[in-house]
């Protein structure tokens, strides 16, 4: 079986500051990790994924996520937030053989002017 | 048009109403999924299915049922519907061992039962 935190539910930031977003996992088996955004009425889309090589991954819209696997934990960052990131955060977990995505409970990152 | 489409897009109902929830997809992918989001509580699988004739529980398939009439097509039913299942439903798809590992999914589904 395998689990995700979300640490944090909310997270308000202002215009043009850092952001972090934490997530760690729980699994017995290698996975694969991804980050999906959803933003406000709207459905989910990828951000970004890892799925081996580079634990550094870059996704769209300027962010990026580290693997570290003694840590288990898979954190999405940008150095910069614009209002339009303003959306919910999911981090999920796929089991490499069955690709059944598990889910965080989200994190909703609201970017303030 | 959308590769994953999900009809209706919102629905307003009573309690012990049958409802269907319809998922058609043109992405070619075998397998398919049934999420459904809950604030705070993120998505949980409801059902999925790698092919036709492969249809697994989720950790919360109780009080549904689903039909895969065929490839490109998942439907959701809820036999009898209560208001604990007012939710967002999503529908997902996945290509398996050939694709690069993510879901896709589509629009949602609002679901209130009164």
């Known amino acids: 079986a395998q689990s995700v935190t979300q640490l944090d539910s909310q997270v308000p930031v202002f215009e043009e500051a850092p952001v972090e977003l934490r997530c760690n996992y729980s699994?017995?088996?290698?996975?694969?990790l991804f980050w999906y955004v959803q933003y406000p009425n709207q459905g989910l889309q990828l951000l970004l994924k890892?799925?081996?090589?580079?634990?550094l991954v870059k996704g769209i819209n300027g962010f990026e996520a580290e693997f570290n696997k003694s840590q288990t934990s898979f954190h999405l960052r940008k150095p910069s937030v614009h209002i339009s990131d303003t959306a919910e955060y999911f981090c999920a977990v796929s089991d490499r053989s069955n690709y059944k995505l598990t889910f965080g409970k989200g994190t909703l990152l609201t970017v303030n002017p | 048009d959308a590769d994953v489409t999900q009809t209706p897009r919102n629905r307003i109902t009573k309690t012990g109403k049958r409802i269907m929830l319809e998922c058609s997809q043109t992405?070619?992918?075998?397998?398919m999924y049934w999420y459904r989001q809950d604030p705070g509580l993120g998505l949980r699988l409801i059902y999925y299915s790698f092919d036709v004739k492969d249809i697994n529980k989720g950790e919360i398939s109780d009080g549904y049922s689903v039909s895969r009439q065929a490839q490109a097509k998942f439907s959701l039913s809820l036999e009898s519907a209560i208001p604990n299942q007012t939710a967002l439903y999503f529908c997902?798809?996945?290509?398996?061992?050939?694709?690069?590992?993510?879901?896709?999914f589509g629009e949602g589904s609002r679901l209130t039962v009164l």
């Open positions: 890892y799925l081996s090589g580079s634990t």
């Open positions: 997902a798809t996945h290509s398996g061992s050939r694709g690069t590992g993510e879901l896709f």
């Open positions: 699994s017995s088996v290698s996975v694969y």
């Open positions: 992405k070619g992918h075998d397998r």
